[in-house]
């Protein structure tokens, strides 16, 4: 599924407010390429830690997920109003990676700097 605008903006965002990433530290084209590449990473990395501790722990964020619901719920029931069938399967499953919530990015932050396992609060 090709990232639409939306969703690269959401994930600069997440950078620059969520990350603290304001501005380059570097001033070569290699090196801002190294540090966009980093944030990349970092981005991702955070995606797949986020799974794992599901997976792991049965740790969720459950009001981000009923949030998530009622949007989905809503976009569902729009795509009906405009003469479609509703959102496809497809649709319905995915869920958009393109931002972690401020909550789970402070949690992480926390546990990664202590030695705590992730089910000890």
């Given amino acids: 599924m090709p990232i639409s605008h939306w969703d690269a903006e959401k994930v600069f965002d997440e950078f620059k407010n969520k990350l603290g990433e304001t501005k380059s530290r570097a001033s070569t084209a290699n090196a801002k390429t190294c540090q966009a590449s980093l944030l990349c990473l970092t981005h991702n990395l955070m995606t797949l830690m986020e799974e794992q501790i599901f997976r ?14 009622k949007t ?48 000890q609060p």
Avoid: M, P
Wanted: hydrophobic letters at 25%; aromatic letters at 4%.
């Fill in 56 to 69: 792991e722990a049965g740790i969720r964020n459950e009001t981000e997920n009923k949030r998530k619901g």
């Fill in 72 to 119: 989905l719920a809503k976009r569902n029931a729009q795509s009906k109003s405009n003469g479609g069938g509703g959102l496809t399967i497809l649709q319905q499953c995915i869920q958009r990676l393109t931002q972690r919530t401020v909550k789970f990015i402070r949690w992480l932050k926390s546990h990664l700097d202590s030695e705590r396992s992730w089910e």
